[in-house]
């Protein structure tokens, strides 16, 4: 009613976008565009327009992006939208991987990530994308601080609204540790096989007679010279 008052007394519009009214006939409660002007000394001209839809589209759309970015800022995985080799956008989380914000990353050659001597296998990869492919990979990368992560790429062609082709996604898993555990795996194989020859060639080579017995007593394994000793064949 005081802006009401005031319209009068200035002849200044009142002006109240997405005002809340319970309507007492749709029994709801709506959302209108209000607009009041003096049209003369002592009368006003009152109009409104019911924006309820708008209100509760833009509100949803609200809702949308802040649920997005919630998503965005808690996913560990990190996405990239690269455009002409740069990227365009960076998923937070991208910090955490390779070294510095998203801000840092847009508008940055994605070869920066690459090391040097993964740069001709790493233009194949560009090329598939290119020509409308996926690439599924483990690849390596480097970050900021020179470190190199290895990472499950998932790499397909982005489209953008109107279906059209607009550069590709990057989605990168870390897996330093699941690489470590399988190299760790290699490693331990690789000696055991070791041991085992140097075993076999101790048994076989040895000028005396040895044997491997089991915990119940039973002969598993004997070499020539033990066999010449019991006569076994």
């Given at each position: 009613?005081?802006?009401?008052?005031?319209v009068?007394?200035?002849?200044e519009?009142?002006?109240?976008?997405?005002?809340?009214?319970?309507n007492?006939i749709?029994?709801?409660?709506?959302?209108?565009?209000?607009?009041?002007?003096?049209?003369?000394?002592?009368?006003?001209?009152?109009?409104?327009?019911?924006?309820?839809?708008?209100?509760?589209?833009?509100?949803?759309?609200?809702?949308?992006?802040?649920?997005y970015?919630?998503?965005?800022?808690?996913?560990?995985?990190?996405?990239?939208h690269?455009?002409?080799?740069?990227v365009?956008w960076?998923?937070?989380?991208?910090d955490?991987?390779?070294g510095?914000?998203?801000?840092?990353w847009?508008?940055?050659?994605?070869?920066?990530?690459?090391p040097?001597?993964?740069?001709?296998?790493?233009?194949?990869?560009?090329?598939?994308?290119?020509?409308?492919?996926?690439v599924?990979?483990?690849?390596?990368?480097?970050?900021?601080?020179?470190v190199?992560?290895w990472?499950d790429?998932?790499?397909?062609?982005f489209?953008?609204?109107?279906?059209h082709?607009?550069?590709?996604t990057?989605?990168?898993?870390?897996?330093?540790?699941?690489?470590?555990?399988?190299?760790?795996?290699?490693?331990?194989?690789?000696?055991?096989?070791?041991?085992?020859?140097?075993?076999?060639?101790?048994?076989?080579?040895?000028?005396?007679?040895?044997?491997?017995?089991t915990?119940?007593?039973?002969?598993?394994?004997?070499?020539?010279?033990?066999?010449?000793?019991?006569?076994?064949?």
């Amino acid at each position: 009613l005081a802006g009401w008052i005031r319209v009068l007394d200035t002849g200044e519009p009142l002006v109240l976008d997405d005002f809340s009214h319970d309507n007492e006939i749709l029994r709801d409660t709506r959302r209108y565009d209000i607009r009041v002007t003096r049209s003369t000394p002592t009368t006003l001209t009152l109009t409104w327009r019911d924006v309820t839809e708008r209100s509760n589209l833009i509100r949803a759309i609200a809702e949308s992006e802040r649920t997005y970015r919630l998503l965005a800022e808690n996913f560990n995985d990190v996405v990239l939208h690269v455009r002409d080799g740069a990227v365009v956008w960076a998923s937070p989380s991208v910090d955490a991987v390779l070294g510095a914000a998203d801000e840092h990353w847009v508008g940055r050659q994605i070869r920066e990530i690459v090391p040097p001597e993964d740069a001709p296998t790493f233009d194949r990869r560009l090329a598939t994308l290119a020509a409308g492919g996926t690439v599924k990979e483990r690849i390596r990368v480097v970050s900021l601080d020179g470190v190199i992560r290895w990472i499950d790429l998932h790499a397909k062609p982005f489209r953008n609204d109107a279906g059209h082709r607009d550069g590709f996604t990057a989605a990168m898993r870390v897996i330093d540790d699941q690489v470590a555990a399988e190299e760790a795996i290699k490693r331990a194989s690789r000696q055991k096989a070791r041991d085992d020859a140097r075993y076999r060639r101790s048994m076989n080579d040895a000028a005396v007679g040895m044997c491997l017995i089991t915990t119940d007593g039973r002969l598993e394994d004997v070499n020539d010279a033990m066999g010449r000793i019991f006569d076994l064949d």
